[in-house]
């Protein structure tokens, strides 16, 4: 679903943030991307839905590259930063409708989903305030409706659970997993270790901007804790 | 609380002009940017400077030196007045900064007077430009000595204070009035938009009732009686400021200084007093009644990022004051034509024939310099992330915005249409070019607009002030605008008679030619390659 391959990337001012980076992300795959403040996680991240460009390597979704078609790539994913900033100059109704017209999500499905998933986060009684008045918890769920509301074959999602109560993160992990049993593939950075291990079938832990550990989760721990292997490569 | 005020403004400048970015910024291309911007202010400073030191020239030379200062106060006066109004409110009372500062131990008072004090920097810094050279012109001629020099460089620090106290004070009352309504940002736009067009008004009334003096009378006598009228009228304390500077009245400096500066720390002491209770009135979200779900309606996506920049646009009050207030410039002109006459438009712009032989293009230079996309990719600031990674095209995206200026600009020159079309008297093509070559600048402009941004966007900002009005894209376009339409407006005067027809259409073909090259161009660009 989203195959990376030889990923470099350098910012002006020479800094190379990414650096030969490859990974592949199947269909039923719930990825997690774990490393330290600056290791690359959210540059791989950005340039995986194409918010960035990148000189070498190459990124497929669903087969098509995110640089020549970028629009088909974007139709297919939904990405959610560490601190989504939304359009605070709209409710929050009128950000998810936004949404579902630029993925041209019909009525039906568009209402059906928003009562579904606001009622999941609990965030439906808020829906018709500014998202101005939002708390960053129900910006990040509101983001998170928005995220699904067009039923992404792949999900991407930088540091999902900051700022979530206990009982929403739980409902997203359990979103996650529905997903996944659906088809789709999710990809995500966090800094909960433990989360990772339990939900992740595959995690990628980077370092440096290079990709240090991939694999199947259980391959990659073995007789470890994934907190214990990520202390040990970060010496 | 002194040290905390000099470090707080001391920051807000910075943030200001990007002198940090110039400094410490890693990025060439940023910082090239930043010093075509800084530099097209210098040159506009330049230009203003020159000017100034022209008219003070020709003053001594008319022996009316001594007016030199109450001249160059009065100006410094309105400009103040006018700008300041605009922005007062929503510097002031900003909260996004203020809740970050609240929780350091920093004064609320230092938080309120190093706002008053960073815009009071930037007025002065606009005084130095407008009153040093003519001041310095006027005393050398004049053989005048240093007490006339540091009495009038003294005269620069105070001649902003009076107006941006009133100005401060109607955009706070403005504000505080409108943090009560249901519809604030609408209350505000429409009030601050019916002071500044009342404050026009009357200094166009002011320098009208002068012109008529000199018309009748001519001689040198009554035109140092007419500019003093209209100075005076337009500024009574620039009375006090050039009896202070020009004949040495200590008395009346006094005065000058106690009038300037006791207003202004009395509206200090308020506003810090009220700050808090105004501020939170304001930004205090009232949650509507518990969202039930209701029928949602599906758009295409041009539709929606329409829909969805209107209601951006309408939610800054200094966004839609700062784009609206030209448009409705030209709709005061076209009014003016239609209910007193070319003729007497002309006598008020002192500039004979403007209207009779280049009002299409007269029209066109309001139409066109204060396009809302000239700052409209800058707007996004935070949130461009979305527009990002959500599937739209270049081409998608900027439709939406420059859809937002037509929805504008359009109503504003319909009307100023149907007024000029009935009142001015010409041929069929003198009508027809009345309508295309003003259509063509908003048009070109529309696009235009998008295309500098996209070359300049500022994403990173605080305050959507420094999106709105202080990016290079703002100013480089307003140049471009001014210059392409006076242009043209010199070459009607210069050509023979009749040619006009032959120009105009040549301008209109041109101008859309352009707009058509920069649309197909704005449609390719790659938006992740945008960056401040």
Not at chain 2, 270 to 280: D, R
Not at chain 2, 317 to 328: G, P, Q, R
Request: hydrophobic share 50%; glycine share 8%.
């Amino acid at each position: 679903m989203l195959y990376i391959n030889n990923l470099s990337k350098t910012y002006k001012g020479g800094k190379r943030a990414v650096s030969n980076l490859s990974l592949n992300i199947e269909a039923g795959d719930i990825y997690g991307f774990i490393g330290h403040n600056g290791a690359g996680k959210t540059t791989t991240i950005k340039a995986a839905v194409g918010i960035i460009d990148f000189e070498e390597g190459e990124i497929l979704v669903d087969g098509l590259s995110i640089k020549d078609k970028a629009q088909e790539c974007k139709m297919k994913i939904a990405y959610i930063p560490d601190n989504p900033d939304i359009y605070e100059y709209l409710t929050g109704i009128q950000y998810l409708n936004f949404i579902a017209d630029i993925f041209g999500v019909s009525q039906t499905e568009r209402e059906e989903r928003i009562r579904k998933y606001g009622e999941v986060f609990e965030l439906t009684p808020a829906l018709g305030d500014l998202v101005s008045s939002y708390s960053h918890g129900m910006k990040q769920k509101l983001a998170l409706i928005s995220a699904l509301i067009h039923q992404p074959r792949l999900l991407i999602l930088d540091e999902p659970f900051v700022g979530l109560d206990p009982k929403a993160s739980a409902r997203l992990k359990e979103i996650m997993q529905e997903l996944c049993r659906e088809g789709a593939a999710i990809f995500f950075s966090t800094h909960v270790l433990e989360v990772a291990e339990k939900l992740c079938n595959k995690v990628a832990i980077i370092k440096n901007g290079s990709l240090v550990v991939t694999g199947s989760t259980e391959e990659v721990v073995q007789d470890k804790s994934l907190e214990e292997l990520f202390l040990e490569i970060e010496g | 609380m002194l040290k905390q005020i000099y470090l707080l403004t001391k920051i807000q400048l910075l943030n200001t002009g990007g002198f940090n970015q110039i400094r410490y910024g890693k990025d060439k291309k940023k910082r090239n940017n930043l010093i075509l911007m800084l530099s097209s202010y210098l040159f506009v400073g330049l230009i203003f400077a020159a000017y100034m030191g022209i008219i003070s020239f020709g003053m001594v030379l008319l022996g009316m030196g001594d007016m030199v200062p109450a001249v160059t106060a009065a100006l410094v006066s309105i400009v103040v007045l006018f700008f300041t109004m605009i922005k007062a409110g929503s510097v002031i009372f900003e909260m996004k900064t203020y809740d970050m500062l609240a929780s350091l131990p920093v004064s609320p008072t230092a938080i309120v007077v190093s706002r008053f004090l960073n815009m009071y920097v930037m007025d002065v810094a606009f005084g130095f430009i407008i009153m040093l050279p003519a001041g310095i012109i006027s005393g050398v001629m004049m053989g005048k000595g240093i007490g006339y020099y540091l009495l009038y460089l003294i005269g620069i620090l105070l001649v902003p204070l009076l107006p941006l106290t009133i100005a401060t004070a109607v955009g706070a009352l403005i504000t505080a009035v409108s943090s009560r309504m249901k519809h604030k940002n609408l209350v505000t736009i429409v009030m601050t938009i019916g002071v500044t067009l009342v404050i026009i008004l009357l200094s166009l009334s002011l320098s009208g009732t002068a012109t008529e003096i000199t018309i009748t009378e001519e001689i040198l006598g009554d035109l140092l009686e007419m500019v003093e009228s209209q100075i005076f009228g337009m500024y009574p304390p620039a009375r006090l400021f050039m009896e202070a500077v020009s004949y040495g009245n200590l008395l009346s400096g006094l005065l000058f200084l106690l009038v300037s500066a006791c207003p202004f720390l009395l509206l200090i002491a308020l506003v810090q007093k009220e700050f808090l209770a105004i501020s939170s009135i304001l930004y205090t979200h009232k949650s509507g009644a518990k969202y039930e779900m209701q029928e949602l309606y599906q758009l295409s996506p041009v539709k929606a990022l329409y829909k969805k920049e209107l209601a951006r646009y309408f939610s800054s009050s200094i966004y839609v004051l700062n784009t609206l207030i030209i448009y409705l410039i030209m709709i005061l002109l076209a009014a003016a034509v239609a209910v007193f006459g070319a003729e007497k438009v002309e006598e008020l712009m002192e500039f004979s024939d403007i209207v009779t032989k280049a009002m299409p293009l007269l029209l066109a230079m309001f139409g066109c310099m204060s396009s809302t996309t000239n700052c409209t990719i800058s707007m996004e600031g935070k949130e461009w992330w979305l527009s990002l990674s959500l599937p739209i095209r270049a081409r998608q995206l900027f439709d939406g915005k420059m859809m937002v200026n037509l929805t504008v600009a359009l109503p504003c020159y319909l009307i100023s249409e149907i007024l000029l079309l009935f009142s001015l008297k010409g041929s069929v093509l003198d009508m027809v070019w009345l309508i295309l070559v003003p259509l063509a600048y908003i048009l070109l402009f529309t696009v235009f607009g998008i295309t500098i941004n996209s070359k300049m966007p500022v994403f990173k900002w605080e305050k959507e002030e420094t999106a709105v009005k202080q990016g290079g894209a703002l100013l480089i376009a307003m140049l471009i605008a001014m210059v392409s339409t006076i242009i043209p407006m010199i070459a009607v005067f210069i050509i023979p008679a009749g040619s006009q027809h032959l120009l105009y259409g040549i301008i209109t073909c041109l101008v859309l030619a352009v707009t058509c090259i920069l649309y197909v161009r704005n449609s390719r660009v790659d938006l992740r390659t945008l960056d401040d």
